[in-house]
Structure formats: C-alpha cells, structure tokens
C-alpha cells in the first residue's frame, strides 16, 4: 500500500531554520507531484508548496514564499521541505501529499491529492 512518512518537526526558536522530510512507497513517485500543506492549530490545512513530478517547477503560497523552499529526490521517492526564517505562525502539523492530473493545475485543493502523511509537528517559540 502506499505510504508518506513525514519527519523533521521540532520545537525551534523563532529566526531558526528547519528541514521537513517525507519518504513515499508504494507508489510510482515519480510519475506524481507532491505538495506540502499545514494545519495550525484550531485553523483549516492550507496549501504552502508544491513541486511537480520532473521537480522542474515549484509553486508556494504567498506566506512562505522567499523562506521554503521545496525539493525533490526522484531516486530516494523522498521530498523535502526547507524551512528558514521561522515565526510563531509557522506553527502547525506539516503533512505531504501526492497527487497526479488536476493537481498541477489546483496546487492548493486537498480534494485532489490522492495519497496523505500523518504529519510532523513544528513548533516555533518566540
């Protein structure tokens, strides 16, 4: 069956930098995108960043684009998520999703992702 384990998530301090992993089985990875989402606590998951299957375009929402940087390893089925310049409201469970078809055109409808992590929680203290 297929699976998406995130990792990385930590308690950091505001300013700190961070790396999200999430490995995938299961699963033909490179023939899908995969995006990275966040649900901060009491608030609805939202969209922060996708990469397409080739890794050859990216996609952020407003609010962390210029501080995340997506990435992806084709040979390691593995995608990453490069966290910099971290504040409270960055706070949230991470969780990555793969998808294929429509995905590339709504980056940001969960809907349409096919296949979901458990998440990793990241914390950053002020």
């Known amino acids: 069956q297929v699976q998406l384990v995130e990792s990385g998530g930590r308690l950091v301090q505001a300013g700190g930098s961070l790396r999200l992993s999430c490995a995938a089985s299961?699963?033909?990875?490179?023939?899908?995108?995969m995006g990275w989402f966040r649900q901060p606590p009491g608030k609805e998951r939202e969209f922060v960043a996708q990469?397409?299957?080739?890794?050859?375009?990216?996609v952020y929402a407003d609010s962390v684009k210029d501080r995340f940087t997506i990435s992806r390893d084709n040979a390691k089925n593995s995608v990453y998520l490069q966290l910099a310049n971290l504040t409270p409201e960055d706070t949230a469970v991470y969780y990555c999703?793969?998808?294929?078809?429509?995905?590339?055109?709504?980056?940001?409808?969960?809907?349409?992702?096919?296949?979901w992590g458990q998440g990793t929680q990241v914390t950053v203290s002020s």
């Open positions: 990469i397409r299957s080739s890794g050859t375009s990216t």
């Open positions: 299961g699963l033909t990875f490179s023939s899908y995108a």
């Open positions: 999703a793969a998808g294929r078809g429509a995905v590339v055109t709504f980056p940001g409808l969960k809907s349409i992702y096919d296949y």
